[in-house]
């Protein structure tokens, strides 16, 4: 009967457990497990690297960003309320801090060169097309406005719900559904015009 008992616990347990992954991260770097806060930081630094490269366009600033948002991590994990997933605290961070350096900068930000430009590697007879979508895409989400372009990252490459990017972008979710169609209307006449006499 003992036994019964015993094989029937892990059943009980709930299933769930790495979904909720990051949660439990951050309650171990609230302990200041700096191994759980590697784990965290090699899994965000990716995704935030994504996120604020559309924002900012330079590397430099890019590596800054993402830096101040896990130090800001490690140093305020126990201020981590669960209210909101971890990635949309991690994230709202990113956009408050970028917002903020953005703000600050003097010089304008298309002036910074296509990172691809200069690359040795790059064999453009093999990726030409490819090559001249992505440059036709990023050209039109960059003449989107800071804020559609962010919350069309935030949808459709980070897969968030208007209801998470309301809450990064501290705003209701009807702005976010609002800056959404208004950015998918854009877009469209803007790649539309940028494809127009490319091969």
């Not at 036994?3 to 609230?30: F, K, M, N, S, Y």
């Not at 605290?89 to 990172?115: G, N, Q, S, T």
């Not at 989400?141 to 935030?154: E, S, V």
Request: net charge negative.
């Amino acid at each position: 009967m003992d036994c019964r008992t015993h094989e029937t616990q892990p059943a009980a347990r709930p299933i769930d457990l790495p979904v909720d992954r990051d949660a439990e991260l951050i309650g171990l770097v609230a302990g200041g497990d700096r191994h759980a806060f590697e784990v965290l930081y090699r899994s965000y630094f990716p995704r935030l690297t994504r996120f604020l490269h559309r924002m900012t366009r330079s590397a430099q600033l890019i590596e800054e960003i993402v830096n101040d948002v896990m130090l800001v991590v490690w140093q305020k994990a126990d201020s981590f309320d669960g209210s909101c997933k971890v990635s949309t605290w991690v994230f709202a961070i990113a956009y408050r801090r970028a917002c903020k350096m953005l703000h600050r900068l003097d010089e304008p930000l298309d002036c910074f060169p296509d990172a691809l430009a200069g690359d040795a590697n790059c064999q453009p007879e093999r990726h030409f097309e490819e090559h001249c979508l992505a440059h036709a895409l990023g050209e039109a989400l960059d003449a989107l406005p800071l804020a559609q372009r962010a919350a069309f990252q935030l949808a459709f490459y980070h897969d968030m719900s208007c209801a998470e990017i309301a809450e990064i972008m501290d705003c209701p979710v009807n702005t976010v559904k609002t800056r959404l169609f208004h950015a998918r209307r854009r877009l469209a006449l803007l790649f539309e015009g940028q494809l127009e006499g490319r091969p």
